[in-house]
């Protein structure tokens, strides 16, 4: 078992594993956003902000994504209470300075792709960390079900001071294996 873990672990850093006559190349890719926008303050509590990301550095050919996930140790979380977060789906072309600017709105999906919230006891142990799943909307995107127009992330609290400084330290993570 211990043999099995260790090969598991071997394969998310990038390593060619063989099994039997076949081989799988597994790639990790950590990506910077390519655009993102903290959205104008609006009548409800929500922060809103927009992150896209460009995924045409990725090893070429099908790909199969084992796991995708949107990275950030969030400036401006309130360390006491509750901060919750969910993540929708961007469904139209945007310009970051327009967005900022109020010129434009973004348009998204309704339906929730992640969620996570920081709790006052998580905060102490972890600070702002966010960790939100997006294993199946980068699939889609890379498959083309779906177009990558980003991701629209909502908080329940945060100082948009802070978080302005801050959008360039997200990361969506891919872990993925070509076909």
């Known amino acids: 078992m211990k043999q099995m873990m260790k090969m598991m672990g071997v394969a998310l850093l990038g390593i060619t594993l063989m099994f039997g006559t076949a081989t799988a190349e597994v790639y990790t890719?950590?990506?910077?956003p390519s655009n993102d926008a903290l959205l104008p303050d609006s009548e409800g509590d929500l922060v809103d902000v927009a992150f896209k990301f460009d995924l045409s550095g990725l090893e070429t050919g099908d790909k199969?994504?084992?796991?995708?996930?949107?990275?950030?140790?969030?400036?401006?979380v309130d360390?006491?209470?509750e901060?919750?977060?969910?993540?929708?789906?961007?469904?139209?072309?945007?310009?970051?300075?327009?967005?900022?600017?109020?010129?434009?709105?973004?348009?998204?999906?309704?339906?929730?792709?992640a969620e996570w919230s920081i709790e006052e006891r998580d905060y102490n142990r972890h600070g702002g960390y966010a960790k939100l799943h997006l294993t199946e909307l980068v699939s889609d995107w890379l498959s083309g079900a779906a177009t990558n127009h980003g991701v629209l992330l909502c908080m329940s609290d945060g100082?948009?001071?802070?978080?302005?400084?801050?959008?360039?330290?997200?990361?969506?993570?891919i872990v993925y294996k070509v076909d």
Do not use: K
């Open 29 to 32: 890719a950590s990506l910077a």
């Open 159 to 173: 100082d948009r001071t802070s978080l302005a400084s801050g959008l360039d330290d997200a990361r969506l993570t």
């Open 83 to 113: 901060t919750g977060f969910t993540i929708h789906e961007i469904t139209a072309l945007w310009v970051d300075a327009l967005v900022e600017s109020g010129v434009q709105t973004i348009s998204s999906s309704s339906d929730e792709e």
């Open 79 to 81: 360390a006491y209470g």
């Open 64 to 76: 199969t994504v084992i796991r995708a996930y949107l990275e950030w140790v969030v400036p401006g």
